[in-house]
């Protein structure tokens, strides 16, 4: 509930407890154990922000947020809640928020797309584990791609990619350094295993334009983006990429903004630990990075767990507003992590921090946040709200409808399959495999021509001979007659055969030269 221009989550006996719209970009932390009410604070702070007229974008793990479109109805937890917190003289009453529904295997919202290129080969290693000899040869495929002018749009077009400079990989490695032919194959094998995870569907355009996310309403309420990930989370890598492709997507489009009066949009990452876990040092300093500068453009990052100990000390000393539900502390290990939990919040000499939090009821939380000041405010015990829009999840039909609904299905609903690199090489394959035939059939009709004028140069040479021959023995002949009709018929035929033969051929050759 939006109150005083703050942030209502809840109350500590009769104090209000607030989150400051101009501290909400300090990040902030729910966790607690299972069932505690983590989902039930993220959606009263979403409708608070959405209220304020902060966009959001929410992780929708379970499907229990997608009920944010409807209004919420009463229950005898809810009553409970509204008349022990007097929330009526307060204002509360059921409300349903702008939603837009999201997924990236397009069955429970609009389709969110990305590009190849837009995920970058450090994320997309990630998504496909890929060793560093791999994740570098990927990284250089990028570069040539990126000198050769061609677009990675789609997985299509990175395999092609790959498969044309593995078949040129002598003459690409003398450029670009060592590109072994196997690290090319297994990268291939991995992007089809990648494609049928449904790669091939969230490669793509339309790529989602983040701006399309940083709006307001027409009645000036921030959109709530819920981007379903029932499916997604089941590959853990997969959701913990896309979330950090978010980020860094949010945080190259947006410009610095400086000290806001309220963000320019709040971002709820729910299973959060997955972001961290088994990601390699270079993805986590990057992650610790973005967290810290995103700041400064407005945004501000809310992760849920179940532990703050999922979490890295880097990031984890960045959320300035902490929400934490109980934790429960049987076994030396939690009852490590719950006393570590404790410590973290500034001491309330009115209570033991570590007892009530491992006491506390569902829905119930300690919380401290940045003041006015930046300064952490001391812990309180407190009762959040309830929400305002509907508990749990939504049924088909209104799903549905929520989603044709939207002004933005029109843009994003299908896909469309630009010309790209998989296109620009498959021509070029057509081209070169038809230049490749014609050189062979030009080489074939030389060699053809070639056999040809042999042939014809030895018929030639046949016809000079018994040319030359029958006009050496008519001359001969002719000469043997003569001389024959002197010295005698049978020497004058043999003499004149001879010497016409030869002097045919002299004569013939010599005009065959000209
Ligand atoms: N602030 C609240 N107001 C009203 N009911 C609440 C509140 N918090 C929790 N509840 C009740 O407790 C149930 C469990 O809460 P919630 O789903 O938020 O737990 P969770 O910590 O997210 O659990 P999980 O770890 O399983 O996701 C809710 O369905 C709701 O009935
Ligand atoms: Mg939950």
Sequence with gaps: MLHDGKILIGKSGEEKIYIYPQMANRHGLIAGATGTGKTISLKVLAESFSDCGVPVFLADVKGDLAGMCQMGTMNENVQKRVDAMNLAAEGYEFRKYPTAFWDVYAEQGMPLRTTITEMGPLLLSRIMDLNDTQSDILTIIFKIADDENLLLIDTKDLRSMLQYVGENAKEYSLAYGNLSKQSIAAIVRAVVALEAEGGDQFFGEPALDIRDWIKTDFNGKGEIQILDCQKLIQNPTMYATFMLWMMSELFETLPEAGDLQKPRMVFFFDEAHLLFDS????????????????????????????????????????????????????????????????????????????????????????????????????????????????????????????????????????????????????????????????????????????????????????????????????????????????????????????????????????????
């Excluded at 880097?314 to 429960?328: P, Y």
């Excluded at 029109?410 to 790209?420: G, L």
């Excluded at 002097?503 to 000209?514: A, D, E, M, N």
Aim: charged share 25%; no cysteine.
């Design 279 to 514: 990601a390699p040092k270079a993805l986590l300093e990057k992650i610790e990075q973005v967290v810290k500068l995103i700041r400064s453009k407005g945004v501000g990052i809310y992760f849920i767990t179940q532990n703050p100990k999922d979490i890295p000390n880097g990031v984890l000393s960045q959320l300035g507003n902490k929400i934490q539900h109980a934790l429960r502390a049987y076994t030396p290990a939690e009852l490590k992590s719950a006393k570590a939990a404790a410590d973290s919040f500034r001491v309330n000499p009115e209570f033991d921090t570590f007892e009530v939090l491992t006491n506390l009821a569902i829905g119930e939380a300690i919380i401290s946040v940045l003041d006015e000041e930046g300064i952490p405010t001391v812990v309180k015990k407190t009762t959040i709200l309830p929400p305002q829009s509907m508990m749990g999840a939504l049924d088909d039909a209104t799903r549905k409808n929520q989603i044709t609904g939207n002004l933005l299905y029109a843009r994003y609903a299908t896909m469309d399959d630009r010309d790209s690199a998989y296109e620009f090489l498959q021509r070029k394959a057509v081209a070169d495999e038809q230049a490749e035939i014609a050189a062979e059939e030009a080489a074939a009709l030389e060699k053809q021509k070639k056999k040809e004028e042999e042939k014809m140069a030895k018929k030639k040479k046949t016809v000079v001979k018994s040319v030359a021959s029958s006009a050496a023995g008519t001359i001969g002949r002719e000469f043997g007659n003569t001389i024959g009709k002197s010295i005698g018929g049978s020497f004058g035929k043999k003499i004149g055969g001879n010497v016409g033969a030869s002097l045919g051929r002299g004569i013939l050759s010599t005009l065959f030269k000209l």
